[in-house]
């Protein structure tokens, strides 16, 4: 792609249109060889839009849930970009909410743009590439972002840094309990919906996590619970009311801003080890290094942790 094409293609994310966002999207994530260069020109644009991460187990009413927000969200005027972090999503998957979610970003409602993507890299972790999909959306100049994703994985846990309100969908579904979460998700959820308040275990839910949001240390702040019934809408209004103004409390404590630098210092340090990973591993030179170093930590002649300080020692030595 030459300088011009690369310009037309800001001009294009600028003016919202919608065929150059999805263009963008595709060019970080075949991390095509002008993916650096477009990430650096748009960055001075983003960092406006609102993000909301939506994490919660599978099957707990998540997508139902963002189906309704967008509604919700759309008439009143504002742009929704939908990033769903789970390929198995309805939104991709055309299971029953996909004809619906697919109208809207085919084009019939400008308003709306959803792309679906995996959470995890090569080596199973977060993919590098889902922060910087969300910093193209940023410049795309969404006024809301929603991140969706299921919260089991540790890949799926960090995606919710880069969000600046995390809501924990929970369901009173059979199997399913506080205990089975992934450690730590309670703690980064800034608000819980607890959906599907039509089926019979919700009031037992409700106490069981209000029990647990008990045994916090004490000082933390007790985030808000609202009841919903994602499938009927019950409640979601609600909720998205107090989305916007939890929102709005943390912009005026300068706490979104300090959550959209932590983002950017997540992403920085993220890259960095990316960067680090692959340059390390493209030189043929360690290869054979690392081989020899491996052998002899398999004979005990060197522990791992020496072995691993040599290597580091090599690589950078070599780097200068
Ligand atoms: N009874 C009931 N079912 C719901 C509700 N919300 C979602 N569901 C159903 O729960 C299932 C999983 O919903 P989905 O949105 O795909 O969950 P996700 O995996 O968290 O995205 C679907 O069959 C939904 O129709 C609700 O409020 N009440
Ligand atoms: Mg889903």
Do not use: W
């Amino acid at each position: 792609m030459n300088d011009s094409t690369l310009k037309k293609l800001i001009q294009g994310i600028l003016s919202k249109e919608r065929r150059s966002i999805a263009q963008a999207l595709s060019i970080i994530e075949n991390d095509s060889p002008e993916a650096a260069t477009l990430l650096d020109q748009i960055g001075p644009l983003g960092g406006k839009s609102k993000i909301f991460g939506i994490t919660g187990p599978p099957g707990a009413g998540k997508s139902t849930l963002i189906n309704s927000l967008i509604e919700s969200f759309v008439s009143d005027s504002l742009r929704v970009a939908i990033l769903a972090i789970d390929p198995s999503s309805p939104f991709s998957g055309g299971a029953i909410l996909g004809d619906r979610a697919r109208m809207y970003s085919s084009g019939m409602n400008e308003n709306i743009f959803i792309r679906s993507c995996a959470s995890r890299g090569q080596l199973g972790g977060l993919s590098p590439r889902t922060p910087e999909l969300l910093y193209i959306l940023e410049a795309a100049g969404f006024d809301i972002i929603i991140i969706e994703t299921i919260g089991v994985g540790q890949a799926e846990l960090d995606i919710m840094k880069c969000a600046n309100l995390v809501t924990l969908v929970l369901s009173p579904h059979a199997g399913d309990s506080l205990q089975a979460l992934k450690a730590g998700i309670i703690e980064i959820a800034d608000i819980f919906a607890l959906n599907k308040a039509d089926l019979p275990g919700i009031d037992s839910l409700e106490k069981d996590l209000i029990l647990s949001l008990s045994l916090a240390p004490p000082g933390t702040p007790t985030p808000k619970l609202f009841r919903i019934t994602a499938t009927d809408h019950t409640g979601v209004s609600e909720l998205k009311t107090g989305m916007l103004k939890q929102y709005e409390d943390d912009s005026n404590n300068n706490l979104i801003i300090e959550k959209k630098k932590k983002a950017l210092e997540f992403q920085f340090e993220f890259s960095l080890r990316e960067e680090l990973t692959s340059n390390f591993n493209a030189r043929p030179s360690l290869k054979k290094k690392k081989a020899n170093l491996l052998q002899a930590v398999m004979e005990r002649k060197k522990s791992p942790r020496k072995a691993a300080a040599e290597l580091i020692a090599h690589f950078f030595k070599d780097t200068e």
